[in-house]
């Protein structure tokens, strides 16, 4: 609880000034100073929000399932291949520059190619997301089962443990805070990469619902989708922290025991 | 012959990955079972390695070892190892940790716990049976980790520097506490330390080892009498191995 109140007591000038920004902001589109049709007052954000209540979970379905799908088989297809690359040398030598490499590939460029392959529905939005989920994946997960403790393998080794009891008992949890740490990086990107997926075609989706808004120029109903597409994005991040802390207890303690 | 615990006959060992290093040169001691061995030396000397080719890690470049009988290198396993670093396993809670060995062995971890239950007073450690590493002191968690070592069913424990990570008071608890445990326990011990006191005041037999490639120089056998209290470091006799110790490790070899 204390820790509770020291966050709220650290946080509270930026909040402070948060506040102070949005009555800025407020009284300034009122003021005339700016068209309401190029930036809206955020009480107009805020009506928008209310005026759209009804049709905007179907599009908030759409985007988080394509989004979570997407995180889903990155982590699938990630941790697999990193356990590959981390446990087989031949692979390693073969994957990993290609790997590296073909992220200078402009992953979102593809965008237009997946829809001419698998069409407007959800599968070329998920391989957007699991394309640009994937590589932070495997290479933190990569780094953190080559990384872990050579003691510890020595340790289970000079016990007899064969090699997969060396993988479970050693590499597999020394990797897991490094595996979060892609997935946070993932799980950042993987509403925004869905959203974008979007604009090249579809029938439900929080980035149908921005480029018609554009085109209607709808300004405060863009305002509005960005906000919602923060906030899920946020709301995402968050609970992957929640799974991390769930799945390293130890680790909490770790930083209480530091914050003490 | 079966009083041989461990039995280590010319051995060499050269490490040769980046650069070669001559690490021990014809070494050759026997270890009866039941004896407390201690290897003293200067750092670098090859203590470390020694431990590593009994516990069949590595593999001698050169000569055999025989661990109760056996040849090492035909498989890891024979040994209790304790590594020079606690290397407690930071995502196991403490009584997780301690039966670590058991598991890899393949013995039911019900069986197990029970046994490291019965385990945790005398190692001073009853109450944090659920607690992680991270919260143990530096004396807790050398002692987490040597009863990981001691629960291990094996004939022969090998320890590479147990306490050198502590500050002089907890080392001095700890040599007291593990001599105590040793003499209820009575397994063979192989001790590799740099600390001249705490080989004396352990060890039946002490090895002295030369700078690399680490030889032995001299065999001293203590005859000191059991238990050895905390003051018989004071002792005419304690003083006198110990100069003669400190002649041999400062006599340029």
Redesign the interface.
Known sequence: MNNFRQKIKEYFPSLLFLIFSIFFWEWYVKSGYVSDYLIPAPSAIGLSFLEHISILPDHIFTTMLEALVGLFFAVVIGVLIAVLIAGIPFIRRVLYPIIVVSQNIPILALAPLLAVWFGFGLAPKVIIVVLIGFFPIVVNTTDGLMNA?K??V????????NRW?VFR??LF?SA?PAFFSGLRIASAYAVIGAVIAEWMGASSGLGLFLIRSQRSFQTDQIFMAIVVIAMLSISLFLSIQVLSNVA???RK??VD?GEK | MDDIAVEVEGVDYTYSQSQKVHALRNVSFKVNTSEFVSFIGPSGCGKSTLL?LI???LNPSKGVIHVNGKKSSS???R???M???D?L???RTVEKNAV??A???GIPRQEALQKASSLFDLFGLSGFEKA????LSGGMRQRLALLRTFI?PRDTILLDEPFGSLDALTRHEMQQWLQQIWDQDRRTIILVTHDVDEAILLSDTIYVLSERPGSIVQRVEINLERPRKKKVINSTEFTKIKSEIFQILSSGI
Do not use: K
């Open positions: 403790d003691d510890m020595s340790l289970v080794r000079g016990l007899g443990a009891q008992l050693v949890p897991v390293m207890p130890w303690t770790l025991l | 590593h516990s069949g890690l498989g890891l396993g040994v209790a190892f590594p020079q670093r290397t396993f930071p995502w670590l060995g598991e890899i062995l992680w590493p991270s919260e291990i």
